[in-house]
């Protein structure tokens, strides 16, 4: 074993559970990796509307391989979360069971040598920066994971963390039982970037779980579904349109009726 790997090793298992971890640059991981970037094609959801698929190849690594690598020979330990960090305060927090069930890449560049920016149409931001790292999702293999949009697609990631699971924040005592689904869906669509009991990113680190029981459901509807009808331009996605109608109808109820229902922790 060479010095650095031992070093490496040692390291990963020090490494406490939560501790960020700065991205090396792209020389440098490749140097960490001991391997090349791969070309992977994705149907970029940010990019795609309802019955408009666009694809595009990105240059990068399994992500698996990267969190091995830095994260430690065990990330992938029942329970426990990814946070990826981006420099503009998206903090997406992935379930590690998500990553055995699909194959995730941390790219750095797109294959063809265009600029590595994207236009965020459901964002209203056009020729947003994507580096120094993004995450993709192999949904071409995985056609599920269209119809869910952009949601778990962190882009501008700079560092990386090994969290424990969510479920303390988003399902305290006191909250009924019936909500894991629920849970679930606030974290995918949401809690990128709003919070719920201190729990979630930091673009817009608004409490839902105080904010939906100040909100009726039309309202509440027209905020998920409509956002640009109560304030034009604003920077509040909706849910995908990829989604089945009825389906985002069901999720507009569901977070509702959780978020009313979860206790505001202090
Ligand atoms: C990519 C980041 C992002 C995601 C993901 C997101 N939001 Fe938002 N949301 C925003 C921003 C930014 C605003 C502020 C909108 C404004 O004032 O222009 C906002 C505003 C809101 C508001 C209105 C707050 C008020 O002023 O009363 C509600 C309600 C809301 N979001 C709920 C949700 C729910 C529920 C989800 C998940 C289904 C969600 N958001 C997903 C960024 C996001």
């Known amino acids: 074993m060479s010095l650095r790997i031992g070093i490496a090793l040692l390291l990963s298992l020090l490494l406490p559970v939560s501790q960020a971890l700065e991205l090396p640059e792209p020389g440098a991981l490749q140097a960490r990796l001991g391997r090349d970037v791969q070309a992977v094609q994705v149907i970029e959801p940010h990019l795609s509307v309802a019955g408009q698929q666009l694809r595009v190849r990105y240059l990068g690594y399994p992500a698996p391989l990267v969190f091995e690598r830095l994260l430690g020979a065990d990330w992938q330990r029942p329970g426990r979360e990814i946070e990826l960090r981006a420099l503009d305060g998206f903090v997406s927090r992935v379930p590690v069971e998500r990553f055995a069930k699909y194959q995730a890449w941390l790219v750095q560049a797109r294959a063809d040598g265009a600029a ?3 236009d965020n149409h459901a964002q209203h931001e ?14 071409i293999a995985a056609p599920e994971l269209v119809a869910e949009g952009g949601a778990v697609w962190p882009y501008q990631v700079a560092s990386i963390a090994l969290k424990p699971g969510s479920r303390e924040a988003l ?3 006191g909250l009924g039982s019936g909500f894991a689904e629920h849970a679930d869906l606030a974290q995918k669509y949401c809690l990128s ?18 904010r939906a029981k100040l909100l009726d459901l039309r309202t509440w509807r027209t905020w998920l579904l409509n956002p640009q009808t109560l304030k034009p331009g604003t920077a ?6 990829t989604l ?6 069901a999720i507009v109820a569901k977070l509702h009726r959780y978020l009313r229902a979860v ?4």
């Not at 509040?236 to 349109?241: A, C, F, V």
């Open 263 to 266: 206790p505001v922790l202090p």
């Open 236 to 241: 509040m996605p909706p849910l995908p349109d």
């Open 126 to 139: 056009k020729q947003v920066p994507l580096g120094p790292y993004y995450l993709v999702w192999d949904n």
């Open 171 to 173: 399902l305290p005592a």
């Open 244 to 249: 089945p109608a009825a389906e985002r109808e």
């Open 193 to 210: 970037c709003h919070q719920v009991n201190g729990y979630g990113g930091e673009k817009m680190p608004l409490n839902l779980a105080v």
């Open 116 to 118: 590595f920016m994207v």
